[in-house]
């Protein structure tokens, strides 16, 4: 809405990777907005098809893709290799940056210069309909919002650093996966390809293979719905066993490779698996 009211031209196109890319080639792009699961198919689109095309015709992608100044995304938080991706392959400087509010919106930190987000706005909703014990805990005296995301202040933008308090809930971490047709891949795998770039209490204990016809559970904007997913293909026995179609892995075994000084190296997929 603001860009229209300012004179910026907009387009509204297909959310397909091609579609998207072929317009990049085309230059002039400045403002970029898709939804995560969209990211992610770029990229993958660009590792399968574009990588492979001549060097010289490459070139015009990527020239021209470094035109995008402002990269949005929405609904969930980009992984660390999706902005690898853009920031070292493409050359697009993508930070985990907010950025600025928008009119009509005021934000501080709960300290200076570092702490939780606390919003407020006339579009702001003002409380929880017959919560009031509720709307007192999520609202400042002075009419803010406490978002419980946190942040730190680099100039006049926000980057965002997590969240204040998360609930950890002694679970398992299950990966639902596709494999690639032909690719014959298993929990270890995985794990194997992950432990480069993931704390080992992070790494997958539980996997589940889509078979041909099953999807994963989204939104309409491209969301995965977590609780869908759990009930649809993690819900355990009445002996709190998960189904035979899921792939447990043995907590006691150790995961040799899983060094601590590796957590955050650059790990790259194994050919053909699809993460």
């Not at 070139?59 to 938080?77: H, M, N, P, T, W």
């Amino acid at each position: 809405m603001y860009s229209a009211l300012s004179g910026t031209p907009q387009e509204m196109i297909e959310p397909n990777e091609v579609v998207i890319w072929e317009r990049l080639r085309k230059g002039g792009v400045t403002i970029l907005w898709v939804s995560i699961p969209l990211w992610s198919r770029l990229q993958q689109y660009y590792y399968d098809v574009l990588s492979r095309l001549p060097q010289a015709n490459l070139d015009v992608y990527l020239e021209e893709a470094k035109s995008v100044q402002l990269a949005s995304v929405g609904g969930a938080a980009l992984i660390p290799s999706l902005l690898r991706f853009w920031r070292h392959t493409i050359g697009i400087p993508l930070e985990a940056a907010i950025g600025k509010p928008s009119p009509g919106v005021e934000l501080k930190l709960s300290e200076e210069s570092e702490g939780e987000i606390l919003m407020k706005s006339s579009l702001l909703f003002s409380g929880y309909l017959g919560d009031e014990a509720k709307t007192k805990e999520s609202m400042t005296a002075d009419g803010f919002f406490k978002t419980g995301d946190y942040a730190r202040r680099v100039g006049d933008e926000y980057v965002m650093e997590g969240r204040v308090s998360t609930d950890y809930v002694g679970n398992r971490v299950a990966a639902l996966v596709r494999f690639s047709p032909g690719f014959d891949g298993n929990l270890a795998i995985i794990r194997d390809a992950l432990s480069e770039d993931l704390a080992l209490y992070n790494l997958p204990t539980a996997l589940r293979v889509l078979a041909p016809g099953e999807v994963i559970p989204a939104t309409d904007a491209g969301k995965v719905v977590r609780q869908n997913v759990v009930q649809q293909y993690f819900t355990p026995t009445g002996d709190y066993e998960l189904a035979p179609s899921v792939e447990v892995w043995d907590l006691s075994q150790k995961q040799h490779k899983a060094k601590a000084w590796d957590w955050n190296g650059v790990q790259l997929s194994p050919q053909g698996l699809q993460m």
